[in-house]
């Protein structure tokens, strides 16, 4: 038997969360999907609150994904040590709240979803993805895995994508909101895209008003971000996996406007 996997880049401000809101459903329907990850920690532009949160679950997010920002809104370090379906960079130091994977019980049998983060130009004190990567990976009992690994470079991530084939059945990127044209399957059985793209404005700097952009790289000095005004998109990728084996037999990156 086969399944559908959906993973949703990067929701961005209010405009991202209504536009999930409004085309999830009918995405998930016209895809067959089976379960649902969303990266969430852009919800509130930078960071995410627990009203956004429970927001992408109603939308129909199965679990929701973090990362650099998880801790902008401290409210949420209560939240997610009450949550198991949201989920923070496994590899933060131990002292964090929250769990950094799980397990999922599904109709089509037990389903890991592990979230790591990259340290490349990522100003954060994390353990090496890639040792921990193994760490969680020795101590699950289930074939259906799949990784959100929220990284800067392309590079890492598509290292990480290959350290990983043919141990999980699917690696997506998230962090940058610009949707990569690499959606495949690897050659010993992992679905992979280096970034899933970004749910939010359109027409933005990866969710941003263009024009506090071009001053913030003129030189102005820093402040709030703000969102892009506009119609928004979401994007996001398919992966297909095979239940007895694990393996991804299809990939497609999406995008919807």
Known sequence: MTVNI???GDVCGRTGLDFLRHSLPS??????IAFTVVNGENSNVVGITPAQAEELFTAGADVITLGNHTWTRWEMKEYLAERSNILRPANYALRCPGLGHDVYKTPFGKLAVINLMGRFTLDANTD????????IL???DTKLIVVDFHAEATSEKAALGYYLDGRVSAVWGTHTHVQTSDCAVL???TGYIT???MTGPAVSVLGIAPQQSIEKFLGEPPRRYEQAAGAGKLECAVFTLDTETGKCVGAEALRIL
């Open 6 to 8: 959906l993973a949703v």
């Open 27 to 32: 995405l998930k329907k016209m895809k067959n």
């Open 128 to 135: 090496n993805p890639f040792v921990v990567a193994d760490e």
């Open 138 to 140: 020795a101590s699950l």
């Open 187 to 189: 050659p010993n059985g």
């Open 195 to 197: 970034d899933l793209g």
